[in-house]
Nanobody
């Protein structure tokens, strides 16, 4: 069964950190661009970050630049999203997704596989 599984979400105070993991099973992430998306209640899903497979190039939405870091460990078939200096507006369900191409403009249709999501809540 081909699937992505996110983990690492939780409740954290403003200014805190979390590291999300996206583990693949049934296929290898080596040839996929991996994107992280998030969806807050009442809002549309938005792209947060993406990492290419070919050269490891990374991309971030402006609101998370300097705070979030995406990385991949192909040996573990896992992609990570390190989130520092978290803000209440980062609260959302976070999803990872795999696209058999390169990072683009976070168009959901470009991504073949999606995880089930992990909740991140930033609150005091």
């Amino acid at each position: 069964q081909l699937q992505l599984v996110e983990s690492g979400g939780g409740l954290v105070q403003p200014g805190g950190s979390l590291r999300l993991s996206c583990a693949a099973s049934g296929f290898t992430l080596d040839y996929y661009a991996i994107g992280w998306f998030r969806q807050a209640p009442g809002r549309e899903r938005e792209g947060v970050s993406c990492i290419n497979s070919s050269d490891g190039s990374t991309y971030y939405r402006d609101s998370v630049k300097g705070r979030f870091t995406i990385s991949r460990d192909n040996a573990k078939n896992t992609v990570y999203l390190q989130m520092n200096s978290l803000k209440p507006e980062d609260t959302a369900v976070y999803y990872c997704a795999a696209a058999p191409s390169v990072c683009g403009d976070y168009t959901p249709d470009e991504y073949d596989y999606w995880g089930q999501g992990t909740q991140v809540t930033v609150s005091s």
